[in-house]
């Protein structure tokens, strides 16, 4: 079983960032893709990047690309989302996600494992 915990979220204006931390609890960390989906009120929960195990392939939704970047560390079993130029519409709970393929999947509906979110909110 595996347990994420998010941290980082918070209030910042447009143009701002935030650094979002996922940390992992489990021995299979290491072997498990990992990433974000996000979902703002009203809207289904969507993927935003993936990272595989290694860390040497990523992902992004075209709406991001540029501005977030995602890091693993192995050791301490934590995923990091540097988030950049944040726009008003990023805003939205944050969920870290995990899944025992080799890359995270697009549709939230097969992922294996979540925390439990973090608010962004980003102000104009």
């Known amino acids: 079983q595996v347990q994420l915990e998010e941290s980082g979220g918070g209030l910042v204006q447009a143009g701002g960032s935030l650094r979002l931390s996922c940390a992992a609890s489990g021995r299979t960390f290491s072997m498990l893709s990992m990433g974000w989906f996000r979902q703002a009120p009203g809207k289904e929960r969507e993927f935003v990047v993936g990272?595989?195990?290694?860390?040497?392939?990523?992902y992004y939704t075209d709406s991001v690309k540029g501005r977030f970047s995602i890091s693993r560390d192995n050791a301490p079993n934590t995923v990091y989302l540097q988030m950049n130029n944040l726009k008003p519409e990023d805003s939205a709970v944050y969920y870290c996600a995990a899944d025992h393929a080799p890359l995270l999947p697009r549709r939230a509906g097969v992922v294996d494992y979540w925390g439990q979110g973090t608010q962004v909110t980003v102000s104009s």
């Open positions: 990272i595989n195990w290694s860390g040497g392939s990523t």
